[in-house]
C-alpha cells in the first residue's frame, strides 16, 4: 500500500515538476519568437528552384544515365519538403535526408534552439534559424504542424513534397508509450494497462481541450494542420485528405520502408546509395504492447480520421507501386536490403541495436521517452575500415546528435534532457 502511494506521489511530483518546466519553456519561447511574429515579415520571392545546379537547365547525357530505366535523363531533386510526422519511422528517413544533403552540400532550413518548429503551434516562416525573406532552401524536414502557405513562403517552386503515414493502430500504440506522460488526462487513468482502459471508454478520459491531447487521437491528421477532433464524416475531413494528396508527390508508408526508399528513388531520381539505412528510434520489442484484434478495432475507431487517411493513402500508394512493376520493385527492394545488410555487417557491432544501457558512447544514445528507456540504439564496430568510418558514423547517429553536427542550437531540448537526468525520469 504504501509503495503504491509513493508511486502516486512520485508520478504527481513530477507532474507538477513537468507543468512547471513546460510552463516555463512556454514563457521563454514566446519571449523569444513574438516580436518576430508580430514584424509580418515581407514577403520575397523565392527562386524557382535552389539546386545549385537545376535539373532542366543541365540534364545528364542520355545515354549514361543510372538513374532511370527507360534511358530518359534526371538529376537528383534537391528541393525536398519532409512532412516529419510523428511516431512512424520520420526518425530513420530523416537520417537518410541528413545525408543526403551532406553529400549535395544542401541547406536545410532548421529550427532554432529546440528540434521543432515549436510543434505543436502550426509552422511560421519566422521559426526557421537565420531566416530572411527570399532566401533559398533546399530541404526542411524536423517536426512542425504543417502550414501549407507559410512552408511555401519559405521553399522553392521545384520542391518536391514527402511524407510518410504509418497504420494509425500501431500509431496510437507507439505514441500511448512515448506521450503518453505528456498527456496529463492520461494521469487519472487507473491501472498498469492504461492503453487498454483508455481504449475500453476513450470518451471518460480524452478531454478535447486537455494539455497534449492531440497525442492521442488522429495525430497524423493534426501533423498535417488540421482539426483532429472532427468527426470523421465530416466534409472538412475529405477537404483535408484532398489537399494532402494534391500536395505530396509521394505519401511513404511505415510498414512498406523499402518499398516507399523506392519510390522515392524514383519520384527524385536519387541513388540506391542514397537510400542505405539503419532503422532508428526503434523501441524494444518487449515494450511493444500487441493489440489484439479487438483493440485494434477500437483504436481504429478512436482514431477514424487517421484511418480513412491510411486508407486512402495505402490505395494510391500501391497504385504506384502497380506503374513502377511489381517484379522490378521486389527486385529493387531485395537489393536495398542486401546492402543494408551488408552495410550492417560493416558497421554495427554484433550486428544489431541493443539496448540503450549498452550503448557506449554519449554520442551514439537515442533520446528516450518520458520514465523509460525503450528506445534501443548501436554500438559501432572499433574497427571499421577508413572507407566506411564517416557513413557508418552518420548512419548510426540518433537525430539530436545529428542535428547538433550539422550546427543547430538545441538549448531548449539539451536543457530539458538535463532536467530529466538530474530527477532521474
Ligand atoms: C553518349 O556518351 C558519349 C560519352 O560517353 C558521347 O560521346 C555520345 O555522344 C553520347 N551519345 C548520345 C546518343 O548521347
Ligand atoms: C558510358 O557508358 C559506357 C558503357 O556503357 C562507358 O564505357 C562510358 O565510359 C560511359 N561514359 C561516361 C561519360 O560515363
Ligand atoms: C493496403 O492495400 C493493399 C493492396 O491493395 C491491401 O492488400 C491491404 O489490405 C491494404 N491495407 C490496409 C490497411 O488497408
Not at 511516431?87 to 552540400?105: C, D, V
Amino acid at each position: 500500500m504504501t509503495g503504491k502511494k509513493e508511486r502516486q506521489w512520485r508520478s504527481m511530483t513530477k507532474g507538477l515538476v513537468l507543468g512547471t518546466f513546460l510552463t516555463s519553456c512556454m514563457i521563454l519561447v514566446y519571449c523569444f519568437t513574438t516580436p518576430q511574429i508580430h514584424l509580418s515579415l515581407p514577403e520575397v520571392p523565392v527562386p524557382y528552384s535552389c539546386a545549385h545546379r537545376p535539373s532542366h537547365v543541365q540534364p545528364k547525357p542520355a545515354n549514361n544515365s543510372s538513374g532511370r530505366s527507360h534511358g530518359q535523363s534526371c538529376a537528383p531533386k534537391v528541393d525536398v519538403m519532409f512532412m516529419k510526422t510523428h511516431k512512424t519511422a520520420s526518425s530513420t528517413f530523416i537520417n537518410i535526408l541528413f545525408r543526403f544533403g551532406e553529400k549535395h552540400r544542401l541547406k536545410f532550413a532548421f529550427p532554432d534552439s529546440r528540434n521543432d518548429f515549436f510543434y505543436p503551434s502550426p509552422f511560421e516562416r519566422s521559426h526557421v534559424k537565420d531566416y530572411r525573406p527570399g532566401m533559398c532552401f533546399n530541404i526542411i524536414c524536423n517536426h512542425m504542424r504543417f502550414n501549407a502557405p507559410e512552408v511555401a513562403k519559405v521553399l522553392p517552386m521545384d520542391t518536391s513534397y514527402i511524407t510518410i503515414l504509418r497504420d494509425p493502430a500501431e500509431l496510437f500504440e507507439s505514441s500511448f508509450h512515448y506521450f503518453g506522460r505528456l498527456v496529463p488526462f492520461t494521469w487519472r487513468i487507473p491501472g498498469d494497462d492504461k492503453l487498454t482502459e483508455f481504449l475500453r471508454d476513450p470518451l471518460h478520459y480524452y478531454n478535447t481541450e486537455g494539455f497534449n491531447s492531440f497525442y492521442l487521437k488522429n495525430l497524423l491528421f493534426f501533423d498535417f494542420g488540421q482539426d483532429n477532433n472532427l468527426n470523421v464524416d465530416d466534409p472538412h475531413v475529405k477537404e483535408g485528405i484532398k489537399l494532402i494528396s494534391d500536395r505530396f508527390q509521394l505519401v511513404m508508408l511505415a510498414e512498406y520502408f523499402e518499398e516507399s526508399l523506392i519510390l522515392l528513388k524514383d519520384t527524385l531520381c536519387w541513388e540506391m546509395d542514397d537510400l542505405l539505412f539503419f532503422k532508428l528510434n526503434a523501441r524494444k520489442g518487449s515494450t511493444v504492447s500487441k493489440l489484439t484484434p479487438e483493440l485494434r478495432a477500437r483504436a481504429l475507431e478512436w482514431n477514424a480520421i487517421d484511418w480513412k487517411l491510411y486508407q486512402h493513402f495505402n490505395k494510391t500508394f500501391w497504385k504506384k507501386v502497380d506503374s513502377y512493376g511489381r517484379q522490378r520493385m521486389a527486385k529493387k527492394v531485395a537489393e536495398l536490403r542486401r546492402r543494408n545488410s551488408e552495410m550492417a555487417s560493416i558497421c554495427i557491432e554484433g550486428g544489431h541495436a541493443v539496448d540503450a544501457g549498452s550503448i557506449h558512447e554519449t554520442d551514439m544514445q537515442p533520446w528516450q521517452p518520458i520514465g523509460e528507456k525503450s528506445i534501443i540504439g548501436y554500438n559501432m564496430k572499433k574497427n571499421v575500415d577508413k572507407t566506411h568510418q564517416k557513413t557508418c558514423r552518420k548512419m548510426l547517429m540518433p537525430e539530436i546528435q545529428y542535428l547538433t553536427e550539422l550546427g543547430v542550437n538545441l538549448w531548449i531540448t539539451k536543457l530539458w534532457g538535463h532536467v530529466r537526468d538530474i530527477i532521474n525520469w
